[in-house]
């Protein structure tokens, strides 16, 4: 009832262009804003906004980040960990040797250095394709990791090879607290997300996606492939880099090169696919059910004062987990922003579906 | 661009990569250690090794083979399967009756897999099919823990280990046996689908499934079969690794140790799966081996895959894989 | 973004049940998380660690009544070792309990790196007993970090002395090889910059033999070890499927077992019952001694397993990594015990049980009342050193159970306390902090 857009009209392209053409969108948007911004930092508490919100969005940018390259660009990818590596050690490495740099200025160096990386393991997807080329890009996620291991460079030979996240300073602002840093985080996905989406709706989107339906035919009408899915490697690795960046600096502290292993790669490909392939807040939706369900599940198995075992609850939570993903892919393969997406044109018919 | 201009590419790139790296290796004398008995022992072990990345690659390429589907969760199966089948061991104290056991519940586990997940799933995108394994992932390996135990279980089969030396090159008794298996299961499996009648369906099916289907082959039965059979591959698989290590956990994680063999044999080639392992194997260990201690070792993880991706450069499909046809 | 929306609900909810949690627990008692891996990969190790860590304050509770009456209570979290959940979990316990956690024992090097500095601003001391940050031992520079009793660094400076006892003094050392296998990770390559400085010092060769994780292929590395360098000894720092691969393949390639010492982590049963009769003669370091003959087991037998409050099957009592994290329970407990000399019995919080840490002082006689005479070596932290004495002892595995067949081995203490001073140092460059001054703490 309330959520319909009849009265609401479109008179010039600018509307009809909009990013969210429903009125009600746009308020439900700013709210949801204005709760993130405000109300979660004055409310939330250490634990969640230090174990939940803050890695929960560190991780939808790296999935922003896979999905515009896997879900746009169509180029599967397996090297998600490797390029959030190389943003989290070049911001270290750059402030570490340069301390009074911008952090913004880092993290846009941080960036840059993923990007640039990513084009270089993107060539071979000028020949390579699909399944084959998942697999090829895992070339690049061992090789990554092998090099932070094994250059002691890297880590500003550290004997313990790790990297410790220096103190972040931004025009005098010290990001220490954790609210501090959850709103640090928060600005910058939003930003990116805004970005990524009108990205995704523009002139190089739609070029992302001939290349992915069908690349011979987009070639054809002068779509210059190699230029194209380059740049689709750059971009979705500047927002893992990025995003590795934010996870070094902003949630775990210290990093070993094994915190962006195979696995982390892994989860953000089953984020992207769950969420939604082509979909930017499919990116959250999958982040928010491949790293906070698994949790949740757990804590409703601790919290159901059974005196289960530890193991009993972790091996259910494996299976209450695998058996929710395949669930969620018989009832919508499209992930669930197309679920999403579905239920929003249900309400906007109801209560007369016809 | 045109083919002949991609072929002059990879040549350059390969050309360039070998030289750069024989450049290397002439340069530092002193770093490597070279004997033609030495670089036999190295070839012949890391072939050896190869056969053991082909068993668990051969289980990728039958399902994949028959229903397009990228199996994620061949390595949670033979973790499972080997798992059952030394826990039956403890319980049974027969290993006869534990593997027949083992095989009911392989078989009990693909009907289970075809009823639930990939009947609702037919025809969907190959990646949802991916995903779809990945839930099936976790299943197996949050089932298999709770029924059987999140130890390290030592299987021991009687298998012989010893090291013995031919010419100067020492081999292995298990290497050796673990190279028979695989060939044995080769030969077997391609007896099943060249000479039974269910192999030819299921050949039938791996062409075209719609034709299989219109001239009556039961789909959902050939299924079934693909999987149990390639159950049994993981049992094989998980027998041979965890007669290695112990059956522990880390059996899911040979999976990996497979992708490269899959896609430098082609997806659907079996015989893509033995020579690729073959190639990967001895690749790999004659890298880390003679070209690893310039960069200070451990190369092997991303020399396979690098080895594969420049046989890709070539055919984009694999060695023995079918060629990809485009047409707009 | 509305998936927020959602959570936002949940947290309402679950702050209200929180609430209500913390409310009914007034009583006086010391709360204890528990970070603990019983799935995955690694729960062959966490599985022994985590028994033996709940057994020992179950004990304490049912024998004692609790440290000096106050009842101990813990709550286990599952990490499936890995760096984010470890987090999750360290979150969601640290306010447990009426004064939060006293102390964590994360059972991960990672989990241990990726809650250091949060702990240090909540003020819980982490105890990584033979893991974890290695120049963490420098005091001064991380006051709520106890890598105790022995780091990687002061077992490889062990290993070496061991080593020069077996071939007949340092000076015998000359011309050796020494050879160091280990998992291509942060983990593996620490005790290199030790071993590097003790090669140059006694004169013998250090040839490095890395292996890809996770380990469960190392053919070609063992042909290099047994058919081209043959060390004359062999160092591991391996870890989960990594070890009995090894133990395996050192049979393959004849390399004598013998000579073949691996750290604590590369030294308990799931490291040789897998590789069988291949691993026959394997030695590796430990500062927990194996057994159960000891009389804490004795009383863990009766006064927790006979009640049915077991937390493991009875026969793996005594397993190494049992006893490693039953000493890790001691010292936490004793912790909490010299803390309560200065604080008053009560709970605790965490920056009281610190001081309790960086004053613990664990002699002979205080380990022999404890019932672990033999079992662990005396200790003694300070604001300085939060090491203690980094001795190690030797085990071998005889093909059914592990036999110690050396003394308490010291490490060189003062090549690796400078070492590990030096790297401190460097980490209070880099992260802006000045180092406390010890001459002012009480």
């Known amino acids: 009832m309330l959520y319909r857009d009849s009265g609401q009209f479109k008179s010039t392209y600018e509307d009809d262009r909009a990013i969210f053409p429903i009125a009600q969108d746009r308020y439900a948007m700013l709210a949801l804003l204005a709760v993130a911004f405000v109300a979660v930092p004055i409310l939330g508490n250490d634990y969640w906004l230090r174990s939940i919100f803050t890695p929960f969005l560190i991780y939808s940018l790296a999935a922003i980040g896979l999905n515009i390259l896997t879900g746009y660009a169509g180029q599967v990818s397996l090297g998600a960990g490797g390029f959030m590596a190389v943003g989290a050690f070049s911001v270290y490495n750059l402030l570490v040797r340069v301390p009074e740099i911008n952090f913004i200025l880092a993290l846009v160096f941080g960036g840059l250095v993923a990007a640039a990386v990513g084009a270089l393991f993107g060539i071979p997807s000028l020949r390579i394709k699909g399944l084959y080329l998942m697999v090829a890009t895992l070339a690049a996620q061992f090789f990554i990791e092998w090099s932070f291991t094994k250059f002691p460079w890297f880590t500003n030979y550290a004997p313990s090879g790790v990297i410790s996240a220096t103190p972040i300073d931004m025009f005098g602002w010290k990001v220490e607290e954790s609210w501090e840093r959850y709103v640090l985080a928060l600005a910058v996905v939003t930003a990116m997300a805004l970005v990524a989406k009108n990205l995704v709706r523009g002139s190089i989107g739609r070029s992302w996606m001939a290349i992915r339906d069908m690349d011979v035919a987009a070639e054809i009408i002068g779509i210059q492939p190699m230029q194209t899915k380059l740049l689709a490697f750059a971009v979705s690795s500047f927002y893992c880099g990025v995003a590795g960046a934010l996870w070094a600096y902003l949630y775990l502290g210290t990093v070993e090169p094994v915190a962006f292993g195979i696995n982390t790669s892994f989860q953000i490909l089953f984020m992207i696919i769950i969420g939604g392939l082509g979909s930017i807040l499919g990116s959250f939706l999958g982040a928010g059910f491949i790293i906070l369900l698994p949790i949740f599940i757990n804590i409703a198995g601790t919290g159901l004062g059974l005196n289960l075992s530890t193991a009993f609850i972790s091996h259910m939570e494996f299976i209450i987990f695998g058996s929710l993903i395949i669930l969620f892919l018989i009832v919508e393969p499209h992930g669930l922003a197309r679920l999403w997406q579905i239920a929003k044109e249900k309400l906007r018919l109801w209560p007369f579906p016809y | 661009m045109s083919q002949a201009a991609w072929r002059n590419i990879s040549i350059g790139v390969s050309g360039f990569i070998v030289l750069g790296l024989g450049a290397l290796v002439i340069a530092n004398p002193g770093k490597i250690f070279f004997s033609w008995t030495f670089f036999f022992e190295v070839l012949i072990g890391g072939l050896l090794a190869g056969t053991l990345y082909s068993l668990v690659a051969l289980g990728f390429v039958l399902i994949f083979k028959a229903s397009g589907v990228f199996n994620f969760a061949q390595g949670a199966m033979t973790l499972f399967a080997a798992l059952s089948l030394v826990r039956l061991i403890e319980i049974t104290n027969s290993i006869l009756l534990s593997m027949a056991l083992t095989v009911v519940i392989m078989m009990a586990l693909a009907y289970v897999i075809e009823r639930l997940v990939l009947r609702p799933l037919v025809n969907q995108d190959v990646i949802i099919m991916f995903m779809a394994t990945i839930g099936m992932t976790f299943l197996i390996d949050g089932f298999g823990q709770l029924v059987w135990g999140s130890d390290v279980y030592p299987l021991n089969l009687g298998i012989p280990q010893d090291p013995f030396e031919v010419q100067g090159v020492l081999l292995n008794q298990f290497d050796l046996v673990a190279g028979a298996v695989a060939a044995l299961l080769v030969a077997v499996l391609a007896v099943f689908f060249q000479k039974t009648r269910i192999g030819r369906a299921l050949r039938a099916v791996a062409d ?3 034709a299989a289907l219109s001239v009556g082959i039961p789909l959902r039965h050939i299924w079934f079969i693909v999987w149990t059979v390639s159950g049994l591959v993981a049992l094989v698989a998980g027998i041979m690794w965890g007669t290695k290590s112990g059956v522990q956990f880390s059996l899911a994680l040979i999976a990996l140790k497979a992708l490269p063999v899959l896609i430098l044999g082609g997806l659907t080639s079996i015989p893509g799966a033995i020579i690729g392992g073959l190639i990967v194997g001895a690749g790999e260990k004659l890298a880390e081996v003679f070209i690893g201690p310039l960069f ?33 | 973004m509305t998936v927020r929306r959602f959570g936002l609900g949940v947290v309402a909810a679950t702050v209200a049940a929180t609430g209500l949690w913390a409310a009914s627990a007034a009583a006086q008692e010391q709360f204890i998380p528990l970070l603990t891996y019983r799935s995955g ?45 470890g987090v999750e979990c360290y979150e969601r316990l640290k306010n447990k309990g009426p004064t939060g956690a006293s102390l964590v024992n994360p059972y991960s090097t990672g989990i241990t790196y990726a809650i250091l500095e949060r702990a240090q601003r909540d003020k819980i001391p982490i105890l990584s007993l033979g893991y974890g940050r290695t120049d963490a031992a420098d005091g001064r520079v991380w006051p709520y970090a106890f890598p105790a009793l022995a780091t990687y660094w002061s077992n490889a400076s062990a290993i070496v002395n061991f080593i020069a006892q077996k071939e007949g003094g340092h000076d015998k050392l000359k011309g050796k090889k020494i050879g160091h296998l280990f998992l291509e990770s942060a983990y593996g390559r620490e005790p290199i910059p030790v071993l590097q400085a003790l090669a140059q010092r006694h004169g013998f060769e250090l040839h490095t033999f890395p292996v890809s994780p996770p380990g469960n292929e190392q053919k070609a590395v063992w042909l290099q070890i047994g058919r081209q360098v043959r060390p004359d000894w062999l160092l591991m720092w391996g870890w989960g499927v990594m070890n009995a691969t090894a133990v395996k393949e050192a049979a393959a390639v004849g390399y004598p077992r013998n000579k073949f010492i691996g750290v604590w982590w590369s030294g308990d049963e799931t490291t040789v019952i897998p590789a069988g009769d291949a691993a026959k003669g394997y030695i590796a370091t430990t500062f927990g001694s194996p057994g159960a003959l000891y009389p804490v087991h004795r009383d863990i037998g009766r006064y927790v397993y006979d009640k049915g409050k077991g937390h493991g099957p009875r026969e793996r009592i005594g397993e190494v990594l049992y006893n490693n994290a039953m000493v890790a329970a001691v010292v936490s407990t004793e912790a909490i015990r010299t803390a309560q000399g200065k604080y008053g019995v009560k709970s605790l919080r965490g920056e009281e049980v610190r001081w309790g840490l960086e004053n613990l002082t664990l002699n002979a006689a205080r380990i022999n009342a404890l019932g672990l005479e033999g079992v662990l070596p005396e200790i003694k932290l300070s604001c300085l050193d939060h090491e203690g004495g980094g001795w190690v002892r030797l085990q071998q595995w005889d093909g059914k159970q592990w036999k110690l067949i050396s003394d308490w081995i010291a490490p060189d203490r003062a090549l690796v306390r400078g070492q590990i001073e030096a790297s401190a140092a460097k980490y209070a460059a880099e992260k802006q902090i000045t180092p406390r001054d010890c001459s002012k703490e009480g």
């Not at chain 2, 200070?296 to 420049?310: K, R």
């Open chain 2, 208 to 210: 075209d499934n719609q």
């Open chain 3, 41 to 85: 990969p690694f729960a062959p190790s966490g599985i022994p660690s985590a028994n033996g860590f709940a057994d020992y304050l179950a004990l304490l509770n049912e024998r004692d009544g609790g440290i000096n009456g106050i009842k101990v209570t813990w709550e286990e979290c599952e990490t499936q070792y890995n760096n984010d959940r």
């Open chain 2, 296 to 328: 200070g070792g451990a190369i092997e993880n991303w020399f396979a895959y690098v080895l594969a991706l420049l046989f890709l450069l070539f055919r984009p499909q694999g060695l023995f894989g079918e060629k990809i046809i485009e047409r707009v």
